[in-house]
């Protein structure tokens, strides 16, 4: 799986938008960009995934370069609970062999959302 | 409500003994997998499973064993192989191709 690079800390206020970056230059045409996040002490959580398109969901938006080799998590409006360490992943989106279901985390950005 | 889900949140274990984690689904997921988190670090995985009765080594399987005698259920075994066991412990589930879904965690600990 691609490796990734993130910022390893971000700060944002409250209401407004978090715009999270994530470096993939090595991704290949079969692997899809997950994003996920971990509040201390919990597991992580799902938020959003996409292969070349832009997509949103009711939590974010992932917005994915013309050449794929970056992408940028946005949280429209952020609020404290949105504090949290977030993780974005590359992996192959096909079952099979050794990649099958491995989702290697890296350190993650820990975004601050203060008041 | 569907979810997965580990127990205990804490658990402790002597020097030398074996200690079972579990981790239970009822989301109908075909694939389980197990984690381990060291403090400050990303996920490693441990194990993972496709299917019932059949499962894979992660990257750190050495000290672990697992089994899936049924598709809800996918224990985890540390064993007193394992040098290092403390850890947060996560599970996860998913269908295939899917996004995977995370319990809440097992903290383990060695007295």
């Known amino acids: 799986d691609a490796k990734t690079t993130q910022p390893p800390s971000m700060d944002c206020a409250e209401g407004r938008a978090a715009n999270l970056p994530c470096n993939h230059s090595?991704?290949?045409?079969?692997?899809?960009v997950y994003w996920y996040r971990q509040i201390h002490s919990q597991g992580p959580q799902y938020i959003i995934h996409?292969?070349?398109n832009n997509e949103t969901n009711e939590m974010a938006s992932l917005i994915i370069t013309e050449d794929r080799k970056s992408s940028t998590l946005i949280l429209p409006h952020a609020t404290l609970r949105d504090t949290a360490v977030y993780y974005c992943i590359v992996r192959v989106g096909r079952a099979g062999g050794t990649s099958y279901g491995k989702l290697t985390f890296g350190q993650g950005t820990i975004l601050t959302v203060h008041p | 409500d569907g979810g997965i889900t580990q127990s205990p949140k804490y658990l402790f274990r002597k020097e030398g003994q074996n200690v079972t984690l579990s981790c239970e689904q009822n989301l109908n997921h075909d694939a389980m997998y197990w984690y381990r988190q060291d403090p400050g670090q990303g996920l490693r995985l441990i194990y993972y499973s496709q299917i019932v009765n059949d499962f894979q080594k992660g990257d750190i399987a050495e000290g672990y064993s697992v089994s899936r005698e049924k598709k809800e259920s996918f224990p985890l075994t540390v064993t007193s192989a394992q040098k290092n066991p403390t850890a947060f412990y996560l599970c996860a589930s998913s269908i295939v191709d899917q996004p995977q879904h995370f319990g809440d965690g097992t903290r383990l600990s060695i007295l």
């Open positions: 996409g292969l070349k």
């Open positions: 090595t991704i290949s045409g079969n692997e899809y």
